[in-house]
T-cell receptor
Framework: EAGVTQFPSHSVIEKGQTVTLRCDPI?????LYWYRRVMGKEIKFLLH????????ESGMPNNRFLAERTGGTYSTLKVQPAELEDSGVYFC???????????FGPGTRLTVL | GQQLNQSPQSMFIQEGEDVSMNCTSS?????WLWYKQEPGEGPVLLIA?????ELTSNGRLTAQFGITRKDSFLNISASIPSDVGIYFC????????????FGKGTKLSVKP
């Protein structure tokens, strides 16, 4: 069974540009989460989808971040326009139920110059 | 926001030594989890704890859910080189909708 996959693995962009990150959860997992780790800090929750609905988006930093999960399969996280402080590793995780084990993808390392 | 205080921040040990790390919080959690992250990969779940006082082992790893529900520790016995990585504690608050709160991680280096 394939694990959680994320694309791209790395992205280097300039301040003001737009970047879209993609996450493909484990097949059949209704719950999908986005997290972010800024260098040296803790991994922080961004938002939680149940199927295509946003269950909890309390961790989204500001309105420059837009997450979607059309059709309840893969999800995208768009940052527009990117700022320097958006640099970090963005992790996606998925789980069968909200309280089941969350399986993490390898992350996308975003660098904003 | 909620915080988990994880310590130590890093450890440099000799192969064969035992390791201990812990997490504390001012908040009460109903779940404590310990993850390990290796370079280029995402965190992988090592141990999950669901009840106050619970002590669970996974091979050479042992973790406990504190009685107060505000802390947890992870012990690794007889460390080996492949134990190298970053260990994260994570917790789920009572009433949360599934999202996890993470500590800052403990970076473990093992010298052969």
């Amino acid at each position: 069974e394939a694990g959680v996959t994320q694309f791209p693995s790395h992205s280097v962009i300039e301040k003001g540009q737009t970047v879209t990150l993609r996450c493909d959860p484990i097949s059949g997992h209704d719950n999908l989460y986005w997290y972010r780790r800024v260098m040296g800090k803790e991994i922080k929750f961004l938002l939680h989808f149940v199927k295509e609905s946003k269950q909890d988006e309390s961790g989204m930093p500001n309105n420059r971040f837009l997450a979607e999960r059309t059709g309840g399969t893969y999800s995208t996280l768009k940052v527009q326009p990117a700022e320097l402080e958006d640099s970090g590793v963005y992790f996606c995780a998925s789980s069968h139920g909200a309280y089941n084990e969350q399986f993490f993808g390898p992350g996308t390392r975003l660098t904003v110059l | 926001g909620q915080q988990l205080n994880q310590s130590p921040q890093s450890m440099f040990i000799q192969e064969g030594e035992d390791v201990s790390m812990n997490c504390t919080s001012s908040s009460i959690f109903n779940t404590w989890l310990w993850y390990k992250q290796e370079p280029g990969e995402g965190p992988v779940l090592l141990i999950a704890l669901y009840k106050a006082g619970e002590l669970t082992s996974n091979g050479r790893l042992t973790a406990q859910f504190g009685i107060t529900r505000k802390d947890s520790f992870l012990n690794i016995s007889a460390s080996i080189p492949s134990d190298v990585g970053i260990y994260f504690c994570a917790g789920r608050l009572i009433g949360s909708q599934g999202n996890l709160i993470f500590g800052k991680g403990t970076k473990l280096s093992v010298k052969p």
